[in-house]
């Protein structure tokens, strides 16, 4: 029998992420650990938590999962898995182990969950970890993701509130995967340009954090369900700085920048827009390319302020090394996000 996997969820992807305001006053109730071997905890917190098990090592635990955002169940599990293991990419670890966190209907084909299941599989041993188990429910609408553990050393962690002013911003992939599978639902978007989207959302950001590490970069984080402007707020907020970002030079996936010109928007967008725009200076910016940067993204790229003097020498070895990377924009002293 053939399923539909979107057709059984409400909102796929990083898309169905809790709203980031709700979320950042649920948190604020929370009393961080008093732990000195927690590097990275709620106080602020960030892509993974990381506990230091010695002078050496540190462990970097993650979880992240979703509905389907794509009706390829091969595709879904292979995105849900990226997404989640790119959190340990984007703290400067390499994963380890991972457990699946699934959430079936008891009447989806055995065949359709079998093919998530072996499809992240897949993912987990390209990135170099193994998946050892997990748990799976019941539930009317499917969900699958991963918990995530890596290791990382204790001084090589990469928080996203270390960007500094005198930083280059680089991003490493596309933005607009929300606006190009929201227009193909809509018929504004083809299937040739679902599957560019599909394929950035299935590659790994284990290349580019494997160049990053020899240029020890300030902060870093994965773009995802907050969009753009989400996580370069989040940045500014917790680096005490300013990030100047330039829209003109935002990749865009092939098809994104129409479908925002067709005044179409997705609930992720408008929730993105609640948490952050409060705090995102855009006049004067066309409202595609705001759009663009209010995207949620799912297993996006990552954000990266490291010093501008070593920017050129960034660029020219992921260029060497056949992978994508955009400058964007800059660090300055003040706060919040302008965009130019």
Sequence with gaps: MSVKLTELVTSGGCA???????????????????AEDLLVGLSPADDAAVYRLDDDT??????????????????????AATNALNDVFAMGGRPLLALSIAEFPEDLPHETVATILAAADRQVRAAGAILAGGHTIRDREPKYGLAVVGTVHPEGVWPKSGATAGDALFLTKPLGTGLVLHGAARGLAGAEQVDIAVEWMTTLNRDWADVLRAFRPNAVTDVTGFGLLGHAYEMAERSGARLVLEAGEWPALEGALEV????????????????????????????????????????????????????????????????????IGRVEAGEGVVVL
């Design 16 to 34: 169905a992420k809790y709203s980031a305001a709700q979320l950042q006053e649920l948190l604020a109730g929370f009393v961080p650990a008093e």
């Design 58 to 79: 540190a462990l970097v635990f993650t979880l992240d999962f979703f509905p389907p955002l794509v009706d390829d169940p091969a595709a879904f599990g292979t995105i």
């Design 260 to 327: 925002a010109r067709a005044g179409e928007q997705t609930g992720g967008d408008r929730r993105n827009r609640a948490f952050a725009a409060a705090h995102v200076s855009s006049d004067g910016v066309p409202t595609e390319l705001v759009a663009l940067g209010y995207d949620p993204q799912t297993a996006g790229g990552l954000l990266v302020s490291l010093p501008a003097e070593k920017g050129p020498a960034l660029a020219a070895e992921l260029a060497a090394r056949g992978l994508f990377v955009r400058r």
